[in-house]
């Protein structure tokens, strides 16, 4: 049974940090590329960063130079390090394959981790 569970959210204050993990069963980590994804109250899900099978990193621009992925394979769990905050980073997160999962014709999502970063 497939599952991906996000922790590690939480409520902070502008400038802070958090570190987010995404616990995987089910799926390999190791042999999939794996993203982070978020969606703000009333917006679309949007895509944050992607992390190679190998450990190249790619970034949304709107957090390029705050906010790390990283990924244990040992323990088949994939982090994301948020630092320098802002409000606008608002969002409930979520880990997934890229391309997303898909079990039978629905995409699969997570229940996610609520990030609140106050001003």
């Known amino acids: 049974q497939v599952q991906l569970v996000e922790s590690g959210g939480g409520l902070v204050q502008s400038g802070g940090s958090l570190r987010l993990s995404c616990a995987a069963s089910g799926v390999i980590v190791s042999n999939n590329a794996m993203g982070w994804y978020r969606q703000a109250p009333g917006k679309e899900r949007e895509w944050v960063v992607t992390i190679s099978k190998g450990g190249y990193t790619v970034h949304a621009d709107s957090v390029k130079g705050r906010f790390t992925a990283s990924r244990d394979n040992a323990r088949n769990t994939v982090y994301l390090q948020m630092n320098s905050l802002k409000p606008e980073d608002t969002a409930v997160y979520y880990c997934?394959?890229?391309?997303?999962?898909?079990?039978?014709?629905?995409?699969?999502w997570g229940q996610g981790t609520q990030v609140t970063v106050s001003s």
């Open positions: 997934n394959t890229v391309p997303i999962l898909r079990i039978g014709y629905q995409d699969y």
